[in-house]
C-alpha cells in the first residue's frame, strides 16, 4: 500500500507528464494544499487538481499551472467500484505522480481505488495520503512553495468578474486609492457608495490592464463574521460592539447565505458611514472582495485561509481549534488563539479584537 511521503516534493527532470492531486473536503483543507499544488506546478510543470468545481477553480484562478477537474465525474466515480478488467475499464491519462486524500484509512474501498487508479494512470507513482492536509503537512511537504509573490499586474483573466451589470464591475475595478472607498448596507450584495460610479471612473482605471497589484490595497478591512461550526462564531451583539470599538473608517462586515437570515431578523446595519455588510454566496465572489481588501478578520474558516494566502493582513481567531495544525499560512498572518483549545470563542472579548485589528 502506498504511503505518504515524507519530503518535499522534488523535480523530476525527465518527467512531461502533469500531476493529479485528488481531494474533497473542506474549504480551509483544499487552501492549505495551495503549498502543494504549487511544489507539483514547480515539479511536473502543471498539475491538475482534481476536487470540488468551485474549489478547483479557485485554486487555478491564483496558482499558474493549475488545471481544475471536476471530480464528480463518470471516470473518476468509477474508481470506486471493483473492475474485473480494470486495464480495460479505464481510460489511460498520462500522469507523472498523483496524489490522493480521499481516504481516511487503508480500507478495502481505498485499495479498490489505489488498484483502478493504477489502470487509469498507467506509469504513475501512486500515493494514498491518509491525514487531513493542515499547516503541519503542508510545511513538510512544500517548505519552499508556502506563500506565493502576487503578480505586479493583474490581467482580466486571473481576476475574473462577479456576475452583476457592467457599471458596478466597472467601479470594482476602479475604485481608486484617494477614494475613502466603502460599501452601503444592504441586503445581500455589496454597493457603491454616492458619489463614485463607473461612468466616473477615468478611463485608463477602467483597463484590465491597469490593475492595481495584490500589494497595493486600497478596499475595506473585511470582517467575515460567520463559520461552519457554531461553536467557532461569535453572537452578532459582539460583531456590534466590534464596530463601536474599531476606528478605522472603511470596513466591510461579510456573511454566508446561513447567517444572512439571523443579520436580517435582527435587522443590523452598521451605522457609520462608509461600513456595509454582503452576503457572499460563491468563492468566485469572495475572492473579487479579498483581492483589493486592505485587511482581513475571521475565525478558523476557509476564507480566512484565502486571505492569508492571498497576502493579506490576517487576523485569525481561534477557539475549540489547534492553531499549531490549522493556522493559516500567510506572510502577513496573526493568530489570537487561548493557551490552549477552548469549547467555543467566548474567551475573545470584542475589546481585544478591536485591538487586534487596529494592530492590522
Known amino acids: 500500500m502506498s504511503t505518504p511521503p515524507e519530503h518535499a516534493v522534488s523535480a523530476d527532470p525527465g518527467s512531461h507528464h502533469p500531476a493529479y492531486l485528488f481531494h474533497r473536503g473542506a474549504l480551509g ?22 476536487t470540488d468545481g468551485s474549489k478547483g477553480r479557485l485554486a487555478a484562478r491564483f496558482i499558474p499551472g493549475v488545471d481544475p477537474i471536476d471530480a464528480e465525474q463518470p471516470r473518476f466515480n468509477a474508481l470506486f467500484s471493483s473492475s474485473p478488467n480494470p486495464a480495460r475499464d ?10 490522493c486524500f480521499l481516504f481516511g484509512a487503508d480500507d478495502e474501498t481505498a485499495r479498490t481505488w489505489e488498484s483502478n487508479a493504477h489502470a487509469m494512470f498507467p506509469g504513475a507513482s501512486i500515493e494514498l495520503i491518509h491525514e487531513r492536509p493542515d499547516a503541519l503537512f503542508a510545511r513538510r511537504m512544500a517548505p519552499d512553495h508556502l506563500f506565493h509573490a502576487a503578480p505586479t499586474n493583474n490581467d482580466a483573466q486571473s481576476r475574473p468578474m462577479p456576475s452583476s451589470d457592467a457599471a458596478e464591475q466597472r467601479a470594482i475595478v476602479a475604485r481608486p486609492k484617494t477614494h475613502p472607498g466603502g460599501v452601503a448596507a444592504g441586503s445581500g450584495k455589496s454597493q457603491q457608495l454616492p458619489g463614485w460610479s463607473g461612468a466616473d471612473a ?4 477602467l483597463a484590465p490592464s491597469s490593475r492595481v497589484s495584490f500589494g497595493d490595497r486600497y478596499g475595506p478591512i473585511i470582517i467575515h463574521i460567520g463559520a461552519g461550526s457554531h461553536l467557532k462564531r461569535w453572537p452578532l451583539d459582539a460583531w456590534r460592539r466590534i464596530e463601536q470599538l474599531v476606528t478605522t473608517s472603511e470596513l466591510l462586515f461579510i456573511a454566508g447565505e446561513a447567517e444572512a437570515d ?25 475572492a473579487s472582495e479579498l483581492v483589493d481588501a486592505r485587511a482581513f478578520v475571521g475565525f478558523d474558516t476557509g476564507p480566512t485561509h484565502l486571505a492569508a494566502q492571498l497576502g493579506l493582513p490576517t487576523l485569525a481567531l481561534f477557539g475549540p481549534t489547534d492553531p499549531a495544525r490549522w493556522s493559516p499560512i500567510g506572510t502577513l498572518v496573526r493568530v489570537l488563539a487561548p493557551a ?16 487586534a485589528i487596529a494592530d492590522l
Open 340 to 355: 490552549r483549545p477552548t469549547p467555543d470563542v467566548s474567551w475573545l472579548s470584542p475589546g481585544v479584537v478591536a485591538r
Open 29 to 50: 483543507d483544499s487552501i492549505l494544499l495551495w503549498p502543494l499544488l504549487r511544489s507539483l506546478v514547480a515539479a511536473h510543470g502543471r498539475a491538475a487538481f482534481v
Open 90 to 99: 479505464f481510460r489511460p491519462i498520462e500522469c507523472s505522480r498523483l496524489l
Open 202 to 205: 477615468p478611463e485608463s482605471s
Open 262 to 286: 439571523a443579520i436580517a431578523s435582527c435587522n443590523w446595519s452598521p451605522q457609520k458611514p462608509q461600513r456595509g455588510w454582503a452576503v457572499i454566496d460563491s468563492l468566485d465572489e469572495l
